[in-house]
């Protein structure tokens, strides 16, 4: 069935690295556009990056940009974010969403980061 | 940058028909998006461009976009309706999800 699944979270130290992995079934992954998405506890949503189903583009939030990399295997099936100098701030529930248009149709069911000392 | 404002919550009574709306500079202009998220889960799209629905969300779910405010309806009200809903739009590049909307069913 269609499916995104996330992986790679977990705890780290104020300025430490994490790199977070979405592995999609089910449909043709090469022809979505792929977005992260975040949700700090308790809070709202807010989208985080954006790939082009080729990956030749490639669109950050302000809040993230120079310390966010948005990247994508299609031969693997699978989208990434590498996350550097990470903020108490950056503490979230992190969901990975296809976009078949400009709608984020498939969703998966999110990984934790904290960022704790 | 591109702000989108919904009402903090909206209540409604089971049977009856809740309205959500989600307020930006000229938002009719643009493709707006609205997703269901209930507690614990990941969010759902259940309108796309203004007034779409996805393969597997009932009628009951409606969308309109004009001028300043889009508009979510929720007719004939269920108790598997409560969650917060959120509008989305891309702008200057970048996505922006609305503040969001928790909808209570009495």
């Known amino acids: 069935q269609v499916q995104l699944v996330e992986s790679g979270g977990g705890v780290v130290q104020p300025g430490g690295s994490l790199r977070l992995s979405c592995a999609a079934s089910g449909f043709t992954f090469s022809t979505y556009g792929m977005d992260w998405v975040r949700q700090a506890p308790g809070k709202g949503l807010e989208w985080v990056a954006f790939i082009r189903y080729d990956g030749n583009d490639k669109h950050y939030a302000d809040s993230v940009k120079g310390r966010f990399t948005i990247s994508r295997d299609n031969s693997k099936n699978t989208l990434y974010l590498q996350m550097n100098s990470l903020r108490l701030e950056d503490t979230a529930v992190y969901y990975c969403?296809?976009?078949?248009?400009?709608?984020?149709?498939?969703w998966g069911q999110g990984t934790m980061v904290t960022v704790s000392s | 940058s591109y702000e989108l404002t919904q009402p903090l919550s909206v209540s409604v009574a089971l049977g009856q028909t809740a309205r959500i709306t989600c307020g930006g500079n000229n938002i009719g202009s643009k493709n707006v998006h609205w997703y269901q998220q209930k507690a614990g889960q990941a969010p759902v799209l259940v309108i796309y461009?203004?007034?779409s629905r996805p393969s597997g969300i009932p009628e009951r779910f409606s969308g309109s976009n004009s001028g300043n405010t889009a508009t979510l309806t929720i007719s004939r009200a269920q108790a598997g309706d409560e969650a917060d809903y959120y509008c989305q739009v891309w702008d200057s590049s970048a996505y922006v999800f609305g503040t969001g909307t928790k909808v209570t069913v009495l």
């Open positions: 969403a296809a976009a078949a248009t400009d709608a984020f149709d498939i």
């Open positions: 461009r203004d007034s």
